[in-house]
C-alpha cells in the first residue's frame, strides 16, 4: 500500500481523534448493514476496542426507533439523519456516514445538515464516492462495486482506526 492511498485512512483517524481530544462527540448512522456498522464501531469507541481507558463519546443514530420513526412519518424518511444532525450536532462534533453508494437521500441530507452547522464529515463509501463525495470533508473509498466487499474492508479499516484511536488517547 502506497502512502496515497493509506493517506485517507490516517486522515479519518486524525479527525476522529482531533474531535474527541477538542470535546466533541462521533455521530455515525448508515441504512442496512451500513447501520449495523455504524452501531459496531460507536459501540468499540464508547465501550472498549483493545485497551482499557475512558469511554469516548460516539452515537449511533440508527437506534432509537421511536425517533428514527417519528421523523420518518412527520418528515420523510429522507430526514431521519438530518432531522437529528439539527438537534445533537454542534461545531467540534464529527459525522460519520457509512454507506457503499453514497448517493442515499437520507445520508445526503445529513451530510448538508451538518455542513450547514459547521460540523465536518467522514464518510466511509465505495464503488466512485457516489454524490456523498462531493459533501464529506473526508473520505475513505474502497474501490469495488461489491457491496459485501466494501462493508468487510469497511469495518477492517474502522477496526484499524479504533486501534490509532485508542494508542493516540
Known amino acids: 500500500m502506497s502512502d496515497a492511498d493509506s493517506r485517507p485512512v490516517v486522515e479519518a483517524a486524525a479527525a476522529i ?3 474527541l481530544m477538542l470535546g466533541g462527540k462521533l455521530l455515525l448512522f448508515g441504512n442496512g448493514g451500513s447501520a449495523a456498522d455504524a452501531q459496531h464501531v460507536a459501540a468499540e469507541l464508547v465501550g472498549r ?24 412519518n412527520d418528515y420523510g424518511y429522507d430526514r431521519v439523519f438530518a432531522r437529528q444532525i439539527e438537534a445533537l450536532a454542534k461545531p467540534g462534533d464529527l459525522l460519520i456516514i457509512h454507506t457503499t453508494s453514497g448517493n442515499s437521500p437520507n445520508l445526503l441530507r445529513a451530510a448538508e445538515a451538518a455542513r450547514g452547522k459547521k460540523v465536518p464529515v467522514l464518510a466511509f463509501s465505495a464503488r466512485e464516492g457516489g454524490k456523498l463525495k462531493a459533501l464529506a470533508t473526508h473520505n475513505v473509498i474502497i474501490p ?3 457491496t459485501d466487499r466494501a462493508q468487510e474492508l469497511q469495518l477492517c479499516i474502522e477496526h484499524v482506526i479504533c486501534d490509532a484511536v485508542e494508542r493516540e488517547l
Not at 49 to 72: K, P, Y
Open 17 to 19: 481523534v482531533e474531535a
Open 49 to 72: 476496542f483493545q485497551r482499557e481507558r475512558a469511554a469516548l463519546a460516539a452515537l449511533a443514530l440508527t437506534t432509537d426507533t421511536s425517533v428514527l420513526t417519528s421523523i420518518g
Open 144 to 146: 469495488t462495486d461489491r
